[in-house]
């Protein structure tokens, strides 16, 4: 979610959660980096070759 308030953030994932069964959110992210790579993920976010960059905290 980009260029939207931080009020619409929970409202954003309620809808991901609502239809976590049924839309490919997989195929949004571009790059996934585990928690100690935030560094990392933040200057991939800034390439063109990424479209959204996930930080997973509980990827090893």
């Given at each position: 979610?980009?260029?939207?308030?931080?009020?619409?953030?929970?409202?954003?994932?309620?809808?991901?959660?609502?239809?976590?069964?049924?839309?490919?959110?997989?195929?949004?992210?571009?790059?996934?980096?585990?928690l100690a790579q935030a560094e990392e993920a933040v200057k991939a976010s800034m390439t063109r070759e990424s479209m959204k960059v996930v930080i997973d905290p509980w990827m090893e």
């Open positions: 979610m980009t260029n939207h308030t931080h009020n619409k953030y929970k409202t954003v994932m309620e809808m991901m959660l609502r239809h976590k069964d049924t839309f490919p959110w997989e195929r949004l992210f571009s790059h996934h980096f585990p």
